[in-house]
């Protein structure tokens, strides 16, 4: 920090010699390539590079106490980031959305009734014997998980758990979502409170949001819609946007945003995916028909201009 009125340069983190990436107090925190610092009067954000080739880190230094803490844009793909600022309340991000762009805006104020996961696994009691609970998924196949952390880090389970306390065996073969691969994603989140892969397949993220929303994970669904929104074109709008049309998410709203910006060009290219939407889903076709109309079934209505009688 470099003052104006002194002109005294101040050490607030990171250490020039040593770099790194982690999270800490001061010069304890390790940072790789630090770029595009945006401040308030109580934050600053910071953009820098790792733990991977490749890989953006966002950091968020506390000015009051000096701690840097690795923070997530839930929603956002960090690499399709364009540019941010801060406010004193809000965060303003713009990313790049198919062939255009998008301006998402959230709050900077904590919601306390919100637990980390670190807080969660606190609660956890080691001396307590490690007790399994297996997950009878599609095709006979089952899946283990420690007790602890269904109870910790789940709602859904642990009310299930509580309600039987001899229960061992979750018996999920009718949830059509639940294939090995997406319910270890969802297992596996619960451990770690993350899904960094770099590229996922569309059908493994459909299956991975379904899940998060029937076991109430918000934070993986934001997850899922990131990995999602990041396969957003014009190509792939429509099939993302007929599995998400209803759901009034920020990926149904980044759908229905590329198809204002280039509705004409991508339902040209995408006649036969048209011709099937009006047979198998009359009510998408209309929000198509009367995209952009004002028309009161208009998905993304436009804003009416005040008139000197209104």
């Not at 104006?4 to 999270?23: P, Q, V, Y």
């Not at 790789?32 to 009067?41: F, G, T």
């Not at 991977?52 to 009051?64: G, H, N, P, S, V």
Request: hydrophobic content about 40%; overall charge neutral; charged content about 25%.
């Amino acid at each position: 920090m470099l003052s104006f009125e002194t002109h005294e340069i101040t050490l607030l983190a990171g250490d020039l010699r040593h770099w790194g990436s982690k999270d800490g107090v001061g010069q304890l925190a390790r940072f790789w390539h630090l770029k595009r610092p945006v401040v308030n009067d109580r934050y600053l954000f910071m953009r820098t590079e790792g733990p991977a080739i490749y890989q953006w880190r966002q950091c968020r230094l506390d000015l009051k106490t000096l701690e840097v803490n690795s923070v997530i844009f839930e929603g956002v793909d960090h690499n399709g980031l364009l540019t941010y600022c801060a406010s004193e309340r809000e965060v303003y991000v713009v990313q790049y959305v198919g062939q255009g762009a998008q301006l998402l805006v959230a709050s900077l104020e904590e919601d306390h009734e919100v637990q980390l996961a670190h807080q969660q696994f606190t609660g956890i009691d080691l001396a307590e014997p490690v007790s399994s609970v297996a997950f009878r998924l599609r095709c006979k196949a089952k899946l283990h998980v420690d007790r602890r952390i269904l109870l910790a880090r789940s709602e859904h389970f642990r009310k299930l758990l509580m309600a039987d306390q001899t229960m061992t065996e979750i018996d999920l073969t009718g949830e059509a979502a639940a294939d090995v691969k997406s319910f270890t994603v969802l297992l596996r989140f619960l451990m770690t409170d993350r899904w960094d892969a770099a590229s996922v397949e569309p059908e493994l993220a459909f299956n991975v949001r379904d899940l998060a929303q029937s076991f109430g994970l918000p934070r993986l669904m934001a997850f899922a819609e990131g990995h999602l929104q990041q396969q957003l074109s014009g190509e792939t709008v429509l099939k993302i946007l007929g599995r998400v049309i209803g759901s009034a998410t920020p990926l149904e709203k980044a759908c229905w945003h590329l198809l204002t910006l280039e509705r004409e060009a991508i339902l040209k290219h995408s006649q036969h995916e048209v011709d099937e939407i009006v047979q198998k889903n009359p009510d998408f076709a209309k929000k198509l028909i009367l995209l952009g109309t004002g028309a009161p079934s208009d998905p993304v209505p436009s804003k009416r201009r005040r008139t000197w009688w209104s």
